[in-house]
């Protein structure tokens, strides 16, 4: 049974898409079986991962029973990586996935979806709304991208009781995995400034030790719709979001989280 992990965040802009997609990528390079949701019903992962070329179902048509989620799913090449786009191509789709989540299908569907592979990357909506807090509710762990702006570490402490709270009420079994300073701009005095005060004041491992630089060949990835690691020249930043695959392993490790990989299970290079 693999971990259900939800990228979210208070505001928008903060890299989730851009870290479900390139985390997922890293994760299914280190041998695991990845498959990240697009659950923002904007639609904005389609885009990235180049998905709408492919495929216009997904989740809303799984919802509505227009198809099995084993036919929403796109894999990639070599089956280690699989996408689920939102599905919503017209407006009356975001509602399908909307009432889903009121009654409670989405985080079943989602749940399905951890017994088929190693990690479920969930790229949800900015926000703590009715839709997050339904995916929240079926998640084992969240990922927080922040940016290291005051606007953003402010926004943190709200996000955190949120999940708090859906943790106390209805899902014990929810973890703050982490959060993960994106797009840092490291020749800015004031982000230095306030990295060291928040990350350096946060309770210990809140943060990840990696850090995502601020790097314009991101943006180029999504125009090209493709993680950053197949584009040539991407060294520094796919190495990054490798580096934060590894970190994430590790705390699995240390934490004891779910053993989403035994090393029995781990499969032959060839
Ligand atoms: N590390 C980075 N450096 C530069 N640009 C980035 C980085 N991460 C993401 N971006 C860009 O910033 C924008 C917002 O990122 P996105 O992942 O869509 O955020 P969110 O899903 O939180 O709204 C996108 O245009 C994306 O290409
Ligand atoms: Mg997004």
Request: with cysteine.
């Amino acid at each position: 049974m693999g971990r259900v992990i939800l990228v979210g965040s208070q505001k928008g802009g903060v890299g989730k898409t851009t870290t479900a997609l390139n985390l997922g990528y890293s994760l299914s390079r280190l041998g695991s079986h990845v498959i990240v949701v697009d659950a923002d019903p904007q639609g904005s992962l389609g885009i990235a991962s180049n998905l709408s070329r492919k495929t216009t179902t997904g989740f809303a048509q799984v919802l509505s029973g227009e198809c099995l989620l084993g036919e929403a799913l796109t894999r990639s090449r070599d089956e280690s990586l699989a996408m689920l786009g939102s599905g919503v191509n017209e407006a009356d789709h975001a509602m399908v996935i909307e009432d889903a989540a009121r009654d409670g299908r989405l985080g079943a569907e989602m749940r399905r979806l951890a017994e088929a592979s190693h990690y479920v990357l969930v790229d949800a909506p900015a926000g703590v709304g009715s839709l997050v807090r339904a995916l929240l509710e079926a998640a084992d762990g969240v990922l927080i991208p922040v940016r290291c702006q005051n606007l953003y570490l402010k926004s943190l402490p709200a996000f955190l009781r949120l999940v708090q709270k859906v943790k106390e009420s209805r899902n014990p079994s929810l973890e703050i995995d982490g959060a993960v300073v994106t797009l840092r701009d490291e020749r800015s005095a004031s982000e230095t400034a306030l990295y060291s005060e928040f990350v350096g004041g946060a309770p210990e491992a809140l943060f990840f030790k990696t850090v995502i630089r601020h790097d314009e060949i991101f943006e180029k990835a999504s125009q090209k719709a493709v993680p950053v690691a197949m584009l040539p020249g991407a060294a520094a930043a796919a190495r990054a979001y490798l580096d934060l695959a590894l970190e994430y392993r590790e705390r699995e490790a240390e934490r004891g989280w779910g053993a989403s990989e035994e090393e029995d299970d781990v499969q032959g290079l060839f």
